[in-house]
């Protein structure tokens, strides 16, 4: 069964450094989104992706943040200059349609030092 | 503010014990209410999407139903595997991207044999 994959699973980094998550969606989707779970907390919508640009973006995907879709199977989102509050597991999602029913990838849990 | 809110926040079943999660949902315009089944450290795995008062979807064990402000999780003669967090979500009403999604909290269901 085709599914999401996710790479790392984990990566713990030192507040202020770069990370980049990877994903790479179903083959046949053509809508690609990140979200975010903070331990405990809901899960969270941070962007969309379509046709080669972000369609939208939710208030906590700020300057810091960033996707790109470099090749054609990868969907990676950057963060910049990280912050303690970052630390989170963040999800790829992506649909054949843009609509709700979304598959997620396993997660990359990010902990910030 | 449009909500999604979920309970209980936890429910301990016997194995073949039924019983219902409730979703609360306060966003106008409904346009899909979404189930999600999420295991420890794993991301949301999609049940069932709802469109409309009256609909009901099954799968195994599970039935969804959809009323004009609520929405249960119905699960009958639970098993242990069906131990999970169970998660509901609405489309962002001001967005018009449907894959754009509001989750509540969950309710995390224990299912002891």
């Known amino acids: 069964e085709p599914e999401v994959t996710q790479t790392p699973s984990h990566q713990v980094t030192q507040m202020g450094q770069e990370v980049i998550l990877r994903c790479v969606p179903i083959?046949?989707?053509?809508?690609f989104y990140w979200y975010r779970q903070i331990l405990g907390q809901k899960v969270e919508f941070l962007v969309s992706?379509?046709?080669?640009?972000?369609?939208?973006k939710s208030e906590i995907f700020d300057d810091q943040f960033s996707v790109e879709r470099p090749d054609g199977s990868n969907f990676t989102l950057k963060i910049r200059s990280t912050k303690l509050e970052d630390s989170a597991m963040y999800f790829c999602?992506?649909?054949?349609?843009?609509?709700?029913?979304?598959?997620f990838g396993e997660g990359s849990r990010l902990t910030v030092l | 503010e449009d909500q999604v809110t979920q309970s209980p926040e936890a429910l301990r079943l016997q194995e073949g014990e039924s019983s219902s999660l409730n979703c609360s949902y306060t966003?106008?315009?409904?346009?899909?209410l979404f189930w999600y089944r999420q295991d420890p450290g794993k991301g949301p795995e999609f049940l069932f999407t709802?469109?409309?008062a009256g609909e009901e979807k099954e799968k195994e064990r599970l039935k969804a139903t959809l009323t004009k402000k609520e929405s249960f999780l119905h699960i009958t003669a639970p098993k242990p595997e069906d131990s999970a967090t169970y998660l509901c979500?609405?489309?962002?009403?001001?967005?018009?991207?449907?894959?754009?999604?509001?989750f509540g909290q969950g309710t995390t269901l224990q299912v002891k044999p």
């Open positions: 709802l469109y409309s």
């Open positions: 966003v106008s315009g409904l346009r899909g």
């Open positions: 992706f379509y046709n080669n640009e972000i369609s939208e």
């Open positions: 999602a992506s649909s054949v349609r843009g609509s709700g029913e979304l598959f």
């Open positions: 083959s046949n989707h053509l809508y």
């Open positions: 979500a609405v489309h962002d009403p001001g967005s018009s991207n449907t894959g754009k999604l509001i």
